[in-house]
């Protein structure tokens, strides 16, 4: 691990409290594929379980397309955090995905997950 200032276990544990809050709330709002484990899907909002209502209906679209972004996002987030576990565990870890160079020490400390340095910040938000 290039940057020796770095906490790995405060950084580890800080990226494993944020997975499990993650995970929580992407069970609000989606669950497993069953056929993918890793990834996951959207679910129907409660406003489709039951009448024929056509506003019950709507209710329950709207609550999809809803979820369906919030998951996008989170589960984005998520992987992030999956993968920066990973790159703690198996080196990588404070390397720019883009530049190769180090990861500013503010910039992990802010988010332990970040990929790149902050001069290639805006590429990443592009390559999630």
């Not at 899907?41 to 056509?54: C, L």
């Not at 709207?62 to 999956?82: F, S």
């Not at 404070?94 to 988010?111: F, M």
Request: net charge negative.
């Amino acid at each position: 691990m290039p940057n020796m200032e770095l906490d790995t276990n405060k950084l580890k544990a800080a990226l494993e409290e944020e997975r499990a809050l993650l995970e929580k709330e992407l069970k609000t709002v989606g669950r497993r594929n069953p056929n993918n484990p890793k990834d996951w899907e959207p679910i129907q909002g409660d406003a489709t379980s039951g009448g024929s209502d056509r506003n019950e209906g709507a209710d329950g679209i709207e609550q999809y397309e809803e979820n369906t972004a919030i998951l996008k996002e989170l589960e984005t987030r998520y992987n992030n955090v999956i993968r920066a576990i990973a790159k703690l565990d198996g080196g990588g870890f404070g390397i720019c995905e883009i530049g190769g160079k180090e990861i500013e020490l503010d910039r992990l400390e802010a988010n332990p997950a970040a990929r790149t340095c902050k001069a290639h910040i805006d590429e990443e938000l592009q390559s999630v």
